[in-house]
């Protein structure tokens, strides 16, 4: 029996292993893209497949897009609908003539079950959970409902040890709310 076509597959398998296994950095909820406006954090990982954000205050927001393009006023849309990558999906909501109860509600469904966000033109950026805490961690964010020294002080170990995870969840377990104080789009 010939051991060389044996071999040479089990070269070319370990070959394919080691090289997918150090192409890139494992993609964790904490490196992956998300989009934030003012709040940064916490993060809710499952805002990434559910908007939990009221009917209501997305209805109004739909309301004011739809009503601004109807109107043909060029340029004056204060809100757009995005995924998490940060791509703008307005369009696909766009309508010719004033949506009926009916039709405004299965936009509010696709909005809230894929997760899209309705977000200020303006102020809306995508980032990751890491890059905000990173900036947390650097003076460049504020909180609210505690000092950004206490913040800094009771999660100084998880930093140091990238335990992402572990601020976040102090974060909310503490009702922290974490702001960025001069949102600016980054896309």
Not at 21 to 33: K, L, V, W
Not at 175 to 185: A, E, F, G, H, N
């Given at each position: 029996?010939?051991?060389?076509?044996?071999?040479?597959?089990?070269?070319?398998?370990?070959s394919v292993?080691?090289?997918?296994?150090?192409?890139?950095?494992?993609?964790?909820?904490?490196?992956?893209?998300?989009?934030?406006?003012?709040?940064v954090l916490?993060?809710y990982?499952?805002?990434l497949?559910?908007?939990?954000?009221?009917?209501?205050?997305?209805?109004?927001?739909?309301?004011t897009i739809?009503?601004?393009?109807?109107?043909?006023?060029?340029?004056?849309?204060d809100?757009v609908?995005?995924?998490?990558?940060?791509?703008d999906?307005?369009?696909e909501f766009?309508v010719?003539k004033?949506?009926?109860?009916?039709?405004?509600?299965?936009?509010?469904?696709?909005?809230?079950?894929n997760g899209?966000?309705?977000?200020?033109?303006?102020?809306y950026?995508?980032?990751?959970i890491?890059?905000?805490?990173?900036a947390?961690?650097?003076g460049?964010?504020?909180?609210v409902?505690?000092?950004?020294?206490?913040v800094l002080?009771?999660?100084?170990?998880?930093?140091?040890n990238?335990?992402?995870?572990?601020?976040?969840l102090?974060?909310?377990k503490n009702?922290?709310?974490?702001?960025?104080?001069?949102?600016?789009?980054n896309?």
């Open positions: 029996m010939n051991k060389r076509p044996i071999t040479l597959l089990l070269l070319l398998i370990l292993m080691s090289i997918s296994g150090c192409t890139r950095e494992e993609e964790t909820i904490y490196n992956r893209s998300i989009v934030v406006d003012t709040q916490p993060f990982e499952s805002s497949t559910y908007n939990a954000e009221p009917e209501e205050e997305i209805r109004t927001k739909l309301y739809l009503n601004e393009t109807l109107a043909n006023l060029p340029g004056s849309i809100y609908i995005v995924n998490h990558e940060g791509e999906l307005t369009d766009l010719e004033s949506p009926s109860h009916n039709e405004m509600r299965e936009m509010i469904t696709k909005i809230k079950e899209y966000l309705v977000v200020s033109k303006d102020a950026r995508v980032t990751t890491e890059k905000e805490i990173d947390l961690f650097d460049k964010r504020q909180v409902s505690a000092t950004l020294e206490k002080q009771d999660n100084r170990e998880a930093y140091k990238k335990d992402y995870q572990a601020i976040n102090y974060l909310r009702s922290i709310k974490v702001y960025d104080p001069l949102p600016t789009q896309n």
